[in-house]
């Protein structure tokens, strides 16, 4: 049996995904919710994490020729903050990387540079490659690891099992599934949508329902935009019917047999409608509210090193005492507190350069290849989950290499001549001598 070389490949994806908890648990186990001391997982989360960020600033320089437009951007830009948040450690505190916490934030930027020069040296590699991973990787952890989440018990519990970002990984199935059944109205893509979006649904991250919501309907629009036709004949009905019937008769069951689900979902739909004062939303409300007056007093480039120093400010209103320790970083749940908290709006501007390039190029021309669809939306709607939570590492490896994909899957407009500017005569090709069919 011979197995081709492309699925080597496939590891550089694995070293991304071993960054997220899905993947991570299966070598470590999951980590109890409760305080309970040091555990394999936090340990394994803590090291990886440094060595991810690490081996990015090593690809990113070893395949900066394959570099190319944004994804070489981003790199000098992220050189240049790097060398200067160094010189100012190396200033006052006599060495050149006094935090390594803070360092790391920066850092873990190099991993789009990297990611889009690995694939674009070697190739072989695409979103079909990936989802696979993916729904692997869930079944193993289900099975070995969160068995004790599958039941009715644990959803009534809101005990999820999985973290935020493992179930916001699980939007890049969703959206690839979709964007397959809508182009080649294959049966098995529209239940493997199917079966993406519930399994979002039951792990309950708020989050993760509101961003793939969004996602869904984003993409419903571009692809309306870019190509009508894919939403024609029974695409529509489908898309529509099988979910409406599905929770018309789950919901008739639920209600007969178990009404305090409906109270669940009731309460959970309350909790986004009211997020600034119910569920883990308030908890964000007043931790923003924390650190809120030090992003005023430093706007344009943050507090930095001297943000490691400064002692948590989040603290718990009923016992008075800090959620989190000191000497450890701030644990900041939102990507634009924590950017705007350590680099201001400088570095909130450095970090979301891609997802801006991105939208420009969806307003100016929308992508048809259902890959490169998949990537664009994720990308985009990548902000909204932002809101929320800090971007996961394998993230950032993820943009590096949907702009290459986008790239690679979106031919260039061709070119526009000026009006009244006489087009030249082709120059013919110089007469190829015909090869004869046998040696001469």
Request: with cysteine; proline share 8%; net charge neutral.
């Amino acid at each position: 049996m011979k197995i081709s070389l492309r699925y080597c490949y496939i590891v550089g994806m694995l070293v991304l995904l071993l960054s997220d908890p899905l993947f991570s648990d299966l070598l470590t186990g999951h980590a109890p919710e409760e305080d309970l001391g040091p555990h394999p997982a936090h340990t394994f989360t803590l090291v990886y994490t440094r060595l991810f960020a690490l081996l990015s600033v090593v690809l990113s320089v070893l395949y900066y020729r394959y570099l190319h437009g944004m994804a070489r951007g981003i790199f000098w830009a992220t050189v240049v903050a790097t060398a200067l948040l160094a010189a100012e450690s190396y200033w006052f505190y006599d060495t050149p990387m006094v935090y390594p916490h803070v360092f790391q934030k920066l850092l873990i930027l190099f991993a789009i540079p990297a990611f889009y020069g690995f694939y674009a040296r070697v190739g072989r590699i695409t979103l079909a490659d990936l989802i696979p991973l993916i729904w692997v990787a869930l079944a193993l952890n289900l099975v070995l690891v969160n068995s004790d989440v599958l039941s009715l018990g644990a959803f009534l519990a809101h005990n999820r099992g999985l973290y935020a970002s493992s179930a916001y990984l699980l939007m890049l199935p969703l959206l690839y599934h979709f964007n397959e059944y809508l182009a080649g109205r294959q049966m098995r893509h529209l239940l493997l949508f199917f079966l993406a979006a519930l399994a979002i649904f039951f792990f309950q991250h708020r989050t993760v329902w509101v961003t793939s919501a969004l996602a869904l309907v984003l993409n419903v629009v571009l692809v309306t935009r870019a190509a009508p036709r894919r939403l024609g004949g029974a695409a529509g009905p489908l898309l529509l019917g099988i979910p409406l019937l599905a929770v018309s008769l789950a919901a008739s069951f639920i209600l007969v047999s178990y009404p305090e689900v409906l109270d669940k979902l009731a309460a959970n739909f309350s909790d986004i409608e009211n997020h600034s004062t119910q569920g883990t939303g308030s908890w964000r409300v007043l931790q923003f509210e924390s650190y809120w007056p030090f992003v005023e007093e430093h706007p344009v480039l943050g507090m930095r090193l001297a943000g490691f120093e400064l002692p948590v400010q989040f603290y718990n209103p009923e016992s008075n005492q800090p959620f989190f320790e000191d000497g450890h970083g701030h644990n900041l749940h939102s990507f634009y507190l924590e950017t705007l908290f350590y680099f201001g709006g400088v570095g909130l501007v450095l970090f979301v350069l891609p997802h801006l390039s991105v939208m420009r190029q969806l307003l100016r021309r929308v992508p048809v290849a259902p890959e490169a669809l998949t990537w664009a939306v994720l990308i985009v709607t990548n902000l909204v989950y932002a809101y929320s939570y800090c971007l996961p590492s394998f993230f950032y490896g993820f943009i590096g290499f949907g702009l290459l994909r986008i790239r690679q899957l979106t031919p260039a407009p061709p070119p526009t001549l000026r009006p009244n500017t006489p087009q030249q005569p082709a120059t013919p090709a110089p007469a190829t001598p015909a090869r004869l069919p046998f040696p001469v």
